[in-house]
């Protein structure tokens, strides 16, 4: 959660207190050709070279991949549990080659229970999601600026966590609170197909917040799918100031074709938004052949894997159930077989994404020395902050980095 301060007179509002500005470090994603370097432990060497085989003499991959899953561990160091989850994607996808049964799935309602006492564990233990919130935040508070009325159009909303700290710096803000604040939440895809309930319960504990803020609110969920949905449906007046926020969201429309995507991000423009926010994971995982696409999420992943070996006990049931139920079901979508809707985990890094929001009309917007200070200042909450870092991507990405590899990247565009 984060607190409002009181801003100096030339400056938007801030959501947390500002400590001396930061300086990122100016970086760029690896690319694959790293990926060999960045992976040197041996068992990931012999995963990259399983991953090269794997096309061109299966046989050979699966011999290699069976020494790989006998060292492999789930319990091991972040190298030995990187490679647990990656050898099962690998095998799995050798095995659809020979036309044997896929591994049985895990029952999807104890996954989808699972998943939210995951998503909770990892943001207790790691600044990724806080760090995404907290800067798109930052980037629609200065955005809307002295605004009496604030419509916030939420593509991917799951519980609204990020609103609550919006809503609280909206109220106390120099100009006064808004007269009225209204969002309206497209479901992400996490929600699974029958979102309203999730919804209905977001709704309730965002309206009891603002009333106890005495803020003027209103939640409107829309629940049709996203490439259904048109300008009529948003209902945007005239007076409101807009901000359209895609959080780790527009990466589930990526596909061989980028038209769905461009497609929401038409519908996004045509709204008149003062800023779109966009959060992403910094990862080419869409484009890339698999040799390529492989080597890109063993080296995302073991990052992610060593951060999380720092939050946590290696005898932790709770990492345990972060690895495998979050990245464990990630690297088997992105790795696995490439058939049907098997491979879903299409992310792209920051230089696709500039791309697509260019060809769509948009412009970047520099993040703020103080968007950037509150992140430098959300890193110190964490044990391992020196091994965090901010990382500046071109034009204006914000990354949050783990040992200057950027993992998550949020940028702000018009």
């Excluded at 994603?29 to 085989?53: T, V, W």
């Excluded at 106390?172 to 007269?179: F, Q, V």
């Excluded at 009891?208 to 799918?225: N, Y």
């Excluded at 005239?238 to 061989?256: R, S």
């Amino acid at each position: 959660t984060a607190a409002t301060a009181a801003p100096r007179p030339e400056a938007a509002p801030a959501l947390l207190p500002q400590p001396a500005a930061a300086t990122p470090v100016a970086c760029s994603s690896p690319s694959p050709s790293s990926a060999d370097a960045s992976c040197s432990a041996p068992i990931l060497q012999s995963l990259l070279s399983c991953s090269r085989a794997a096309a061109t003499d299966p046989g050979l991959a699966a011999a290699e991949l069976a020494s790989v899953r006998a060292a492999a561990t789930d319990a091991g160091d972040p190298s030995e549990r990187l490679a647990f989850y990656f050898a099962d994607a690998l095998s799995r996808r050798l095995a659809c080659g020979t036309g044997a049964p896929p591994s049985a799935e895990p029952d999807a309602r104890f996954a989808s229970d699972e998943l939210t006492l995951c998503y909770k564990t990892l943001n207790d233990a790691c600044p990724y999601s806080k760090f995404a919130h907290l800067t798109a935040n930052q980037a629609i508070l200065e955005a809307t600026g002295a605004a009496t009325k604030i419509h916030i159009v939420d593509f991917g909303i799951v519980q609204g966590i990020q609103w609550a700290a919006l809503l609280q710096a909206l109220a106390t803000r120099p100009e006064g609170k808004p007269t009225r604040i209204r969002i309206t939440g497209v479901p992400s895809p996490l929600l699974g197909p029958q979102p309203a309930a999730s919804l209905a319960a977001t709704n309730t504990r965002l309206r009891d917040f603002a009333k106890l803020l005495g803020v003027d609110f209103e939640f409107v969920p829309l629940l049709r799918p996203v490439h259904e949905l048109n300008k009529s449906d948003f209902l945007v007046e005239p007076d409101e100031a807009v901000a359209v926020n895609f959080m780790l969201q527009l990466y589930h429309l990526l596909g061989d074709s980028d038209e769905l995507v461009r497609r929401v991000l038409r519908l996004a423009k045509s709204l008149s938004p003062a800023v779109v926010t966009l959060g992403e994971y910094e990862v080419s995982l869409n484009r890339a052949g698999f040799v390529d696409r492989f080597a890109n999420a063993l080296s995302y992943y073991r990052s992610l894997f060593e951060s999380l070996d720092v939050a946590m006990t290696r005898d932790s049931p709770e990492r345990v159930r972060v690895e495998r139920w979050m990245f464990g079901e990630r690297i088997q979508r992105a790795v696995g077989p490439e058939e049907g809707a098997d491979r879903t985990e299409r992310m792209a890094g920051s230089s696709e994404w500039q791309t697509l929001m260019e060809w769509c009309g948009f412009e970047p917007v520099p993040l703020s020395n103080y968007a950037r200070s509150q992140a430098d200042l959300l890193l110190w909450n964490y044990d391992s902050k020196y091994k965090y870092s901010l990382v500046e991507l071109p034009p204006a990405f914000l990354s949050l980095a783990w040992e200057k590899r950027p993992l998550l990247t949020v940028s702000a565009w018009r």
